[in-house]
C-alpha cells in the first residue's frame, strides 16, 4: 500500500535560515511523488514533483527536492526562508499501481520567523 | 492560466440539511477528483471520475454522498443530510490524462463547509 509520512507537523525557521520539510514515502513500485504548498483557506498549489527523470527537482518559489530511493525519500528544501513562505506544505505519493489516485502526507505547517 | 474553478468558497449550514458543492475543472481535463481535508489533515479522496464514469468511489459515504458529471466536464458533490463530522474543506482537482497516468492534479480554492 502506498503511503507518505511527514515528519515534524511544525516547523519554525528564521527568516534567511535554510528550510527543510522531510517527507518519507513507501510504495512498492517505483513511485511519483509531488509536494504542494497550502495557504490559508486556499487550493494546493503544486510546487513540484518527481516522476523518474532528474532525481534533484526544482519547484517554484525557490524549493527544490531530492529523491533518494535508498532512504525512500523525498525532503523539500529551500535555502533562505521568506516570510511569504509561511504555509502548510503536503507530500503526495502515487505509482502506477494506484492509477492516478494521490495519497498525502498529513502535512508540515511552516513558521517563519523574523 | 486556467484554473479548477469551485463555488461556494464557504458554506454554513445546519445537521440535516442538504448541502451541494461545485466544481468546474481545467478546460479539456479528462480526469476530475473530489477530496475532503479536515483540518489540520492531507486531503482524503472522496470520488475520482474520468470523464463522465466513476473511476473509485470507494471512500465516498454513499449512504449521505453523491458525486455526478454527468457531461463529463464540471461536477456537484451532494451531501444529505449534513453531519457535524461533515465540518471540513471539500477541494476538487483535475489533471489532463486519464487515471492510468502519472499526471499533476491541479486543485480549485475549496469550498469550506461549516455543520452547526
Known amino acids: 500500500a502506498q503511503s507518505v509520512t511527514q515528519l515534524g507537523s511544525h516547523v519554525s525557521v528564521s527568516e534567511g535560515a535554510l528550510v527543510l520539510l522531510r517527507c518519507n514515502y513507501s510504495?512498492?513500485?517505483?513511485?511519483?511523488l509531488f509536494w504542494y504548498v497550502q495557504y490559508p483557506n486556499q487550493g494546493l498549489q503544486l510546487l513540484l514533483k518527481?516522476?523518474?527523470?532528474?532525481?534533484l527537482v526544482k519547484g517554484i518559489n525557490g524549493f527544490e527536492a531530492e529523491f533518494k530511493k535508498s532512504e525512500t525519500s523525498f525532503h523539500l528544501t529551500k535555502p533562505s526562508a521568506h516570510m511569504s513562505d509561511a504555509a502548510e506544505y503536503f507530500c503526495a505519493v502515487s505509482d502506477m499501481d494506484t492509477g492516478n489516485q494521490f495519497y498525502f502526507g498529513t502535512g508540515t505547517s511552516l513558521t517563519v520567523i523574523p | 492560466e486556467a484554473e479548477v474553478a469551485q463555488s461556494p468558497r464557504y458554506k454554513i449550514t445546519e445537521k440535516s440539511q442538504a448541502v451541494a458543492f461545485w466544481c468546474d475543472p481545467i478546460s479539456g481535463h479528462a480526469t476530475l477528483y473530489w477530496y475532503r481535508q479536515i483540518l489540520g489533515q492531507g486531503p482524503e479522496l472522496l470520488v475520482q471520475?474520468?470523464?463522465?464514469?466513476?473511476?473509485?468511489d470507494s471512500q465516498l459515504p454513499k449512504d449521505r454522498f453523491s458525486a455526478e458529471r454527468l457531461k463529463g466536464v464540471d461536477s456537484t458533490l451532494k451531501i444529505q443530510p449534513a453531519e457535524l463530522g461533515d465540518s471540513a474543506m471539500y477541494l476538487c482537482?483535475?489533471?489532463?490524462?486519464?487515471?492510468?497516468?502519472?499526471?499533476?492534479?491541479?486543485f480549485g480554492p475549496g469550498t469550506r463547509l461549516l455543520v452547526l
Open positions: 518527481y516522476t523518474s527523470a532528474a532525481t
Open positions: 471520475f474520468q470523464d463522465e464514469s466513476v473511476v473509485d
Open positions: 482537482a483535475s489533471s489532463l490524462v486519464g487515471w492510468d497516468r502519472q499526471e499533476t492534479q491541479y
Open positions: 510504495s512498492s513500485v517505483p513511485p511519483y
